[in-house]
Structure formats: C-alpha cells, structure tokens
C-alpha cells in the first residue's frame, strides 16, 4: 500500500534550537519527495523537490535528506524562528506523466516558542 | 507575475446550498488541481484538471465537479452541502506533468 508517515506528529522546541523531522514512505515508483510549509489557514508552500538521485537538498536554514534505499526522508530545521511554527508536510510522488499522483503524509506540527 | 489566486477567501453556507470556488494559476501554469483540508487534516486531492478536462480524480462524490478554463483559470462546485464539506479550499497550479505545485491560500467554507 502507498503511504507516507511522518513523525513526530507533534513537536516543541525553543527558539534558535534545531530539530529533525522524519518521513518514512512506502510508495512505488518513486518520482519524487517533497517537504512543504504550511502556516495555520494558509497554503502549503514548498520548502524543497527531491529525485532519487538527490541525497541532500538545502533551502535557507531547511535541509532536507533523502536514503532511497531506506525510503527515508528528513527535513533538519537550524537555528528555529518563531517564523518556523506551522505544519510540516511530507509528499510522495508516485509514477509519471498521466498517472502521476501525489501521496501526503499528515504532517508535523512544530511549535516555536521563545 | 501574479502568485495563485482563490476566491472567495472566506463564506459560509448552509446544508444544502451549492458553492462555487474559484482559482487563477500563475503565469505559465496549464493545470490546475484541487483539494480539501479539514481542520487538523492533510490535504485530499478532489481532482485536476488540465486543458479543460478533468484529468485525474480522487476519492469524492459527484457532488463535487468542476471546469476549466481557455486561460487556465478553474472553478470547484459543490452541490448539496454537507456539514462534513466544511474545510480549506486549496487550488494548486502547475505546468501539466512537471513537478513544483504552487499553491493559493485557500477558500475557506463553513457549512451551517
């Protein structure tokens, strides 16, 4: 079955500390993997894309890794802002052209305190 | 170059009442897709839609059509309103088959 789980579903950190957030998927074939942002009743916005042969993607203080072999995704946060406090989403993209779709993992929310 | 564009951003309607929402794509972008995000959920891809025709479609009733199009910009409709149909509109643009979604921010409908 094609699913992304995400974890933790929750998480608090304080401001200016760094965290983890982890993706795990078993979806087949693979696209691509991506990590969106998405601010309490907004939009998600994409934060990075990664392909197979990407291991490593970084966008500001947002690095994302990606182990294919393991179907394992991470989104590492430095430096955290209070900015930073929304719902991290984790999305498979599974197969091509026409019969492209997207799975989407829940989420994490992460709160930043000061 | 104009971001993703949803209308209305906020209504509410009542049990049994038919809506429609609206979304303009960015510059460049020839398809657009649609979900639903209940409060504290995911988003549910209800379909997309791509040179005017729905393309792919996911798990939601025929109350829920839509239509696009010649400059791209899309409608959703819903027919019969739910309770359970209240959540966060999103309409995301993209170049047909390609990879980046950009979102809008959403329409937000409440069913009393």
């Known amino acids: 079955k094609n699913q992304v789980e995400q974890s933790p579903q929750s998480l608090i950190i304080l401001e200016g500390k760094n965290c983890t957030l982890q993706c795990n998927y078993t979806v087949s074939p693979f696209s691509n993997l991506r990590w969106y942002k998405q601010d309490t009743g907004r939009g998600p916005v994409s934060l990075t894309i990664?392909?197979?042969s990407e291991n490593t993607k970084s966008n500001g203080r947002y690095t994302a890794t990606l182990d294919a072999d393991t179907k394992q995704s991470s989104l590492h946060i430095t430096a955290s802002q209070l900015s930073d406090s929304a719902s991290y989403i984790c999305?498979?993209?599974?197969?091509?052209?026409?019969?492209?779709?997207?799975?989407w993992g829940l989420g994490t929310s992460l709160a930043v305190n000061p | 170059d104009a971001g993703v564009t949803q209308s209305p951003t906020h209504l509410i309607k009542t049990r049994g009442q038919q809506v429609t929402l609206r979304c303009s794509p960015k510059?460049?972008?020839?398809?657009v897709s649609w979900y639903q995000q209940a409060l504290g959920q995911g988003p549910q891809f209800i379909f997309q839609y791509y040179e005017e025709e729905e393309r792919q479609r996911g798990n939601f009733p025929d109350r829920f059509s839509g239509h696009q199009f010649p400059n791209y910009s899309s409608e959703l409709n819903v027919n019969a309103l739910l309770l359970g149909d209240s959540a966060l509109y999103l309409c995301a643009g993209h170049r047909h088959n390609t990879g980046e979604l950009f979102f809008g921010e959403g329409s937000r409908l409440t069913v009393l």
């Open positions: 990664m392909t197979f």
């Open positions: 999305v498979v993209s599974r197969g091509a052209g026409n019969n492209r779709k997207l799975i």
């Open positions: 510059s460049g972008h020839d398809t």
